[in-house]
T-cell receptor, first 115, second 114 residues
Framework: KAGVTQTPRYLIKTRGQQVTLSCSPI?????VSWYQQTPGQGLQFLFE???????NKGNFPGRFSGRQFSNSRSEMNVSTLELGDSALYLC??????????????FGPGTRLTVL | AQSVTQLGSHVSVSEGALVLLRCNYS??????LFWYVQYPNQGLQLLLK??????LVKGINGFEAEFKKSETSFHLTKPSAHMSDAAEYFC????????????FGQGTRLTINP
């Protein structure tokens, strides 16, 4: 079974631009979560989607948004980029069994650099 | 609110020596606990998890961890370090109601000396 895939792997943008990152979960996984990883703040939860609905949200400004499609693929968008948005963005997917979430499997991440 | 503290941002051991990475958590509800490993320029790989049942959990690559509720700890161990174990290790916690919001520790970078 193919793992979680994220595109693109690397991205360079300038301040003020917007960016969209894509995540394809493992086949059959309906939950997708996004995390931001920076040297200073570590790994921080952004949001989680299940069946096209945002179920959980972390403490990030409204410039960070996401969505999930009917095939469980997810995108996250960051508008009006700031230098501090430079980070590794990780996507993770998980299955749900009997109403209980199973462990998350992570993709390789998208490295975003904001100049 | 849940939190995770990993004691030691850098740990260095000799090849063949015991690996011990420390993790303490804070949670107002019974937690799910995880250890993930991250190699350079890669995502996170699950090493092991504790949800319910046996408190000693065995994972991949010879790692294991023991859930100690009284000490709020979930330390990661491996009897004999290999050079390939050099990586960054993250302890994470989530609550049992919705295991999708992982709260991570700051990570421990493990170096293996030949």
């Amino acid at each position: 079974k193919a793992g979680v895939t994220q595109t693109p792997r690397y991205l360079i943008k300038t301040r003020g631009q917007q960016v969209t990152l894509s995540c394809s979960p493992i086949s059959g996984h309906r939950s997708v979560s996004w995390y931001q990883q920076t040297p200073g703040q570590g790994l921080q939860f952004l949001f989680e989607y299940f069946s096209e609905t945002q179920r959980n949200k972390g403490n990030f400004p409204g410039r960070f948004s996401g969505r999930q499609f009917s095939n469980s693929r997810s995108e996250m968008n960051v508008s009006t980029l700031e230098l501090g948005d430079s980070a590794l963005y990780l996507c993770a997917s998980s299955s749900v069994t009997g109403g209980r979430y199973n462990e998350q499997f992570f993709g390789p991440g998208t490295r975003l650099t904001v100049l | 609110a849940q939190s995770v503290t990993q004691l030691g941002s850098h740990v260095s051991v000799s090849e063949g020596a015991l690996v011990l990475l420390r993790c303490n958590y804070s949670s107002s509800v019974p937690p799910y606990l995880f250890w993930y490993v991250q190699y350079p320029n890669q995502g996170l790989q699950l090493l092991l998890k504790y949800t319910t049942g046996a408190t000693l959990v065995k994972g991949i690559n010879g790692f294991e961890a023991e859930f100690k509720k009284s000490e709020t700890s979930f330390h990661l161990t491996k009897p004999s370090a290999h050079m390939s174990d050099a990586a960054e290790y993250f302890c994470a916690v989530s609550d049992r109601g919705g295991a999708q919001k992982l709260v991570f520790g700051q990570g421990t970078r493990l170096t293996i000396n030949p």
